[in-house]
């Protein structure tokens, strides 16, 4: 592999890492909510997960979706209803003190779980594999995978440091709350491309 293709590897996996999208926004969500550190189960499960998820859809899924139309527009019906579940918790979120039990920030098994359901993490995996291992070699998905792995990792953990040094702000009620709601009105609104 020559450094041209590692370089635009890492950019393709840089930009499609950082931007806003369910995992970010529900990251910084959750370093807003319950900081930084309670959200480190929830940032490895993103990262792991999405890991794993290049490398099985590397390893054969595209196929099924090519073979199956059907079960892609399936997936992604599924997928932006589960998002919409997703929003409507976030907006409702009660804070930490108007309950008797604290929330809870999402655990590694539910954040890798996750990013089958998120429509992001299925265009980003598709467009990695597509773009970067189209030989379907499993050295080039295994490269693809790694180098998102290593480059995930770092761009969600910014997002939670801004969410927890949002905690700042919103130590009001009201302030915590329209936090929230924007949050989720960011989430439905990341799903704008996946239903066009």
């Not at 019906?77 to 930490?96: E, H, N, R, T």
């Not at 080039?140 to 997002?159: D, H, R, S």
Request: proline share 6%; charged share 10%.
């Amino acid at each position: 592999m020559t450094y041209q293709y590692i370089t635009a590897l890492v950019m393709f996996a840089f930009v499609s890492s950082i931007t806003p999208g369910p995992n970010n926004l529900m990251l910084m969500a959750s370093g807003a909510n319950f900081g930084f550190k309670r959200s480190i189960p929830h940032m490895l499960g993103v990262s792991l997960g999405f890991t794993l998820m290049v490398v099985l859809v590397g390893a054969g899924l595209v196929k099924i979706f090519e073979l199956y139309p059907i079960s892609y527009i399936l997936m992604k019906i599924l997928s932006v209803g589960y998002m919409l579940f997703l929003a409507k918790k976030i907006a409702f979120a009660a804070p930490p003190k108007d309950t008797q039990e604290p929330g809870k920030p999402f655990s590694f098994l539910q954040a890798a779980a996750f990013q089958w359901v998120n429509p992001k993490a299925w265009v980003m995996a598709l467009g990695a594999i597509t773009l970067f291992a189209a030989s379907q070699e499993f050295s080039a998905i295994a490269v693809v995978a790694v180098v998102f792995g290593l480059v995930n990792f770092p761009a969600i953990a910014f997002w939670t440091t801004l969410g927890q040094q949002a905690r700042r702000w919103l130590n009001s009620k009201v302030r915590l709350r329209a936090f929230n709601y924007t949050m989720a009105a960011l989430l439905i609104v990341s799903l704008y491309p996946v239903v066009l």
